[in-house]
């Protein structure tokens, strides 16, 4: 088992119209034993900015601590918000410049730019990033979040459609995952604020 995989995640982002979702699991896990399922794995950073991090929860905690510092110290020179992409570029260079003992998580960044575009990346644990249209995926059970993404997702969705298709994606593709699902949370971002939703999913 890949260390990437001992506490288990599901993590989606996906672009709607002058919108952006991004939702994950609950569930906090020892392999097959569960140890918590209220783990927080997204995390708000602005107004129209969160970042979901998916991996070992040791790191989880550790590069969210240390994301916010930057961030922080960023607007405070600044004296101005961080965009998605400015954000996107701060977490490649701040995972990369760890390459040889490297914070085992695979991030995954949701946000709306000045002009409130959908923008979402996703990055491997050296800061390898790449930048999607549609929707990105992280954790334990990426094929199957793939195929139910790939299956329900469609341009242009506004914000209610794309929550009910990221609930359904993430429900879905956790249910044949034994190490993630136990409940879910849904983040809606558009230009107006932030909408979260929790989600009640299976718990065998």
């Not at 793939?146 to 242009?156: A, I, S, V």
Request: hydrophobic share 40%; aromatic share 8%.
């Amino acid at each position: 088992m890949s260390i990437l995989e001992y506490n288990g995640a599901a993590m989606i982002a996906m672009a709607g119209k002058n919108c952006v979702g991004i939702a994950s699991d609950r569930r906090l896990g020892m392999q097959a034993q569960t140890v918590s399922c209220n783990f927080q794995k997204v995390f708000p950073m602005g107004d129209k900015l969160h970042v979901g991090l998916a991996g070992l929860a040791s790191d989880v905690q550790t590069v969210h601590q240390l994301l916010e510092y930057r961030l922080n110290l960023y607007e405070l020179n600044e004296e101005r918000e961080m965009s998605p992409q400015v954000f996107s570029t701060l977490l490649s260079n701040v995972l990369y410049s760890k390459r040889f003992s490297p914070y085992f998580i695979e991030p995954i960044v949701a946000g709306l730019d000045k002009d409130n575009k959908p923008f979402l990346s996703g990055s491997d644990l050296i800061g390898a990033t790449v930048i999607a249209d549609d929707f990105v995926v992280a954790g334990t059970c990426t094929g199957n979040l793939h195929g139910m993404c790939e299956t329900l997702y469609k341009p242009d969705m506004g914000p209610d459609q794309l929550f009910e298709t990221l609930a359904q994606s993430l429900l879905a593709a956790t249910d044949r995952d034994a190490l993630s699902g136990w409940g879910g949370i849904v983040h809606i971002i558009t230009a107006e604020g932030i909408v979260t939703r929790e989600l009640k999913g299976r718990m065998d």
